[in-house]
């Protein structure tokens, strides 16, 4: 076994132990996805401050609760389609959180350019799920892209405990500005396949009936 993989099933084994114990607790998911929303308002407020290091540490904590709530879910037999709902909302009130916390900070020490980039982040974080969403009322599916929400936390977490935020925020910006392209290409591509494919359909459908 190499070393990322222990790593990995060690992870695993400490996640499995906690999603039983909170299970046991009859503790509703829908409470630590509220719990998860609560501790990143609290990295926020660090990041605002200019507790970096602090505030990466207290992201990560927040990342557990987002990865347990829907395995306490599965493991209580209560899944449901509010519940998926509600730990996709509380996610974007996540990400704005850590943005608003880094908007405060960099308005506060007086940086124009920075506040603008945190911005744009913003913008393309929000772009990101949004187009997601709003493609897949038109086509079956649209998960294309390489910086998801899990990518993004991943990267102000490096930016934090690293204390390179800045260069964190221009990859952001950059890739996932890229991201919401790229969803808006493939789903200009699919909605023109689906289209194409009706349009030969009812051609079909309509040299059926003359025959």
């Not at 009130?93 to 405060?104: E, H, P, T």
């Not at 350019?113 to 493609?135: E, F, N, P």
């Not at 964190?168 to 194409?196: C, P, S």
């Amino acid at each position: 076994m190499t070393f990322t993989r222990a790593i990995g099933f060690i992870a695993g084994k400490i996640i499995g132990v906690l999603v039983r114990a909170l299970a046991l607790s009859r503790i509703h998911p829908n409470v630590l996805t509220f719990f998860g929303l609560l501790i990143n308002i609290g990295a926020a407020t660090f990041l605002a401050v200019g507790r970096f290091r602090t505030a990466g540490l207290v992201i990560i904590f927040a990342g557990l609760f987002d990865m347990v709530d829907g395995r306490v879910a599965r493991e209580t037999n209560r899944v449901t389609r509010f519940g998926a709902f509600f730990d996709s909302v509380l996610d974007r009130y996540s990400d704005l959180a850590l943005l608003v916390g880094l908007l405060v900070y960099y308005g506060t020490i007086n940086r124009p350019s920075y506040v603008v980039l945190t911005a744009i982040v913003m913008g393309a974080s929000v772009m990101i799920s949004y187009t997601r969403t709003r493609a897949e009322n038109i086509v079956p599916a649209c998960k294309v892209g390489f910086l998801e929400r899990p990518e993004r936390i991943v990267l102000l977490i490096i930016g934090a405990l690293f204390d390179r935020m800045a260069p964190v925020l221009w990859v952001i910006a950059v890739l996932g500005n890229l991201t919401v392209i790229h969803r808006m290409i493939f789903t200009y591509q699919e909605a023109k396949r689906l289209e194409d494919a009706q349009l030969r359909a009812r051609s079909v459908a309509a040299g059926s009936r003359l025959k």
